[in-house]
Each structure stands twice: as C-alpha cells, then as structure tokens.
C-alpha cells in the first residue's frame, strides 16, 4: 500500500481543526482514527509517496518506497505539533483510565499479605465474615471435637496448650470479650464435592477446612491452627506456623480460598442467596445500572 503525503497531510489537517474548533468532535475523531490507521499501515509497508498519486498511476509511479525508519520520520513530520500533543494527552488520559491504581490496603505494604495478622484482618473483611464464631465455653470446644476436629489437640501439642500463657479453657470462659474463635469451612453439605472433584480430577483438589483464631492481647485476631483436607475420607491435617514457612503459608493460602469457594456452593446455593444477592450488592455500592434481567434467574 503506498499513500501520498498531501493525502495524509489532508486527513491531519482536517482532524487537527476538527479537535480544535470542537465544532465536530465525532467526525474530527473518526479522521483522526482513520489518520492513525493510514500512517500505521503505511510505516509498515515502509511506503510513504513523495508527491501525490496521479489519477490511475500504478506503484511505480509514486517513487521509491521508503524503509522503516524513513517512513517513521516522515510520518512524524506531517503531524501538526498541536495534533501531537492532543494525541499524547488523549493517549495518557486513556491509560490513565485503564490502569487500577494500588489499593489502599496494599500501597507500601505489599508483602503484608504473608502475615498471620493480615489474614485475621482479611478473615474479618472478607466475603464471608459472618462465618466467624465466637468460644465461649468448654462446651464449644468439646462439640468441635466431637466433629472429629483436630484444632485444639494441634494447641496442645505445638503450643504446650496455652496461648499468651493462658489455657484454651481459660480463653474460653474469659468474660467480656470472647478471646477464641473458629471458622468452619468443612460444612456437611460441601464435603460430597471433595469426593466428586478427586475423582474427576487426577490433579486437582477441593479442600475442607476449620482455622482456630486467637484474639492477642494487642488486639490483633490471629490465626493458631488450619486444619485442611481433600478427602471427604480422611482425617483432618492441622498445620501451625510449627509445621515450617512454607507449608504454614501455603495452608493459610488455601484456606482463604475456601471463603469464596463455600459462599458460592453452598451459602449461594440457596433461595435466600438468589433473592438477596444481587440487590445487596447494588445497594452497597450505589449502583442502580449493574441491575440486569439475567441477574435475577436461578444459578
């Protein structure tokens, strides 16, 4: 494709007083999209003309097509400097749009993440945070045992049974504010997808799980024990910042996982989940447009 520079020079011309006049902004844009277009695949074919082309003139007849660096410098000179600087500022105004910028939460703490604090506080603002549930009593503890829970022997065997040189019983029956907490993420109704996703999958897993969280005398909520497993079958494994970095890490890693992972099958599944959902959440963030018909049928 070879083009003519009084050609391209037209199409600069008429987009740069279209943009400044702002009589027509739609047409100015559409030439200048067109411009781009023509200097784009004209620098690729490195075949810019000189001179204009005659009616009916072949590609012999234009001159000698340019290389790559010609065309670009030729390019480059039949923008108007005010075009330019309207297309760089167009150009960072779209990227600017486009690019998210760092999260508050995460701005000059991006390693946060990896910390036992940091998870309590995510388990606190998550998807998920009326899931929390507060020991009380000996009770509490002897009826989480009893679902075959491994939370509490993992205290007494990698914390000497104590946390901040008080008992689990001790927390448990401290008055005014609860000291220990757990979130079940191994409901009865998920564990039949354990069993379906290790048979269907040779490679993948689906995990059930329960952490133990100890409110410090700080005032941070910290996880103690994540108990984990992917067979409906199998006991659960209780890992501890005791179990090493790494596997502490990737546990903790799974485990907030699950929060989305039970919220959609199992507390979404339901009537409530369907009604409420979708209404809350446009509710929350003030959005009436996120509103769509499909929204409202059955999962």
């Not at 590609?59 to 330019?84: H, K, N, Q």
């Not at 150009?91 to 701005?107: F, G, N, Q, Y």
């Not at 952490?211 to 994540?226: E, F, T």
């Not at 009537?271 to 959005?287: E, H, K, W």
Request: a negative charge; hydrophobic letters at 45%.
């Amino acid at each position: 494709m070879i083009l003519a520079l009084d050609d391209l020079r037209s199409h600069a011309t008429d987009a740069a007083s279209g943009l400044a006049a702002d009589e027509d902004e739609e047409a100015a844009l559409a030439e200048l999209h067109l411009l781009i277009k023509l200097l784009k695949e004209a620098i690729r074919a490195g075949a810019l003309a000189p001179e204009p082309l005659a009616p009916g003139a072949g590609a012999s007849s234009a001159g000698t097509p340019m290389t790559w660096a010609e065309g670009s410098a030729v390019a480059g000179e039949l923008l108007p400097s005010d075009l330019v600087t309207q297309i760089v500022e167009f150009l960072r105004s779209l990227i600017k749009t486009l690019t998210w910028p760092v999260p508050v939460v995460e701005a000059g703490r991006e390693g946060a993440w990896k910390t036992d604090r940091e998870f309590g506080r995510q388990i606190l603002a998550g998807q998920n945070p009326v899931g929390i549930v507060a020991i009380t009593s000996k009770d509490d503890i002897s009826a989480l045992e009893a679902k075959g829970s491994t939370l509490f022997k993992a205290v007494r065997d990698d914390y000497g049974g104590q946390l901040e040189g008080k008992s689990l019983e001790e927390l448990a029956a401290a008055p005014g504010q609860p000291r220990l907490f757990y979130v079940d993420y191994a409901p009865d109704a998920l564990l039949p997808y354990l069993a379906r996703v290790r048979d269907a999958y040779q490679d993948r897993a689906l995990h059930a799980g329960r952490v133990l969280l100890h409110l410090s005398d700080a005032g941070d909520l910290l996880p103690v024990v994540i108990e984990l497993k992917s067979d409906p079958d199998e006991l659960f494994i209780a890992y501890t910042p005791k179990s090493g970095e790494a596997l502490w890490l990737l546990a903790k890693t799974v485990f907030s996982s699950l929060g989305a992972c039970v919220d959609l099958t199992i507390l979404n599944a339901g009537v409530p989940g369907q009604i409420l959902d979708d209404g809350s959440a446009r509710a929350r963030r003030g959005v009436i447009c996120l509103a769509k018909p499909k929204a409202s049928l059955p999962r």
